[in-house]
């Protein structure tokens, strides 16, 4: 593999979210490079699309973060509901 093919599948992975892929693909970018000789504007232009990667993937962070409290909530409402209706039934069901 090479190191343009390399750079492409990091950025499917990040899209996919497939995080184990993505540490695969980054050790085998470091083995490409440790390899190759890396000109100051190779190695730039790597370190600017890795520091839009990381933007990338602290929003879709924030996205996670605020899903998973949200579903936390939801799950306490539920679970807070869930308690009301069977007091209530416990109340009604000697009535008859």
Do not use: F, H
């Given at each position: 593999?090479?190191?343009?093919?390399?750079e492409?599948?990091?950025d499917k992975?990040?899209?996919e979210?497939?995080?184990?892929?993505?540490?695969?693909?980054?050790?085998?970018?470091?083995?490409?490079?440790k390899?190759?000789?890396?000109?100051?504007?190779?190695?730039?232009?790597?370190?600017?699309r890795?520091?839009?990667?990381?933007?990338?993937?602290?929003?879709?962070?924030?996205?996670?973060?605020?899903?998973?409290?949200?579903s936390?909530?939801?799950?306490?409402?539920?679970?807070?509901?869930?308690?009301?209706?069977?007091?209530?039934?416990?109340?009604?069901?000697?009535?008859?």
């Amino acid at each position: 593999m090479n190191l343009e093919t390399i750079e492409r599948l990091i950025d499917k992975a990040i899209e996919e979210e497939d995080y184990e892929k993505l540490l695969k693909l980054l050790n085998e970018r470091e083995k490409i490079l440790k390899n190759m000789e890396v000109t100051p504007q190779i190695a730039e232009e790597i370190m600017e699309r890795d520091k839009k990667r990381l933007e990338m993937m602290e929003k879709k962070k924030a996205s996670l973060i605020k899903t998973i409290m949200s579903s936390r909530e939801y799950g306490k409402s539920l679970k807070s509901y869930g308690k009301s209706i069977s007091e209530q039934g416990k109340r009604n069901w000697g009535r008859g």
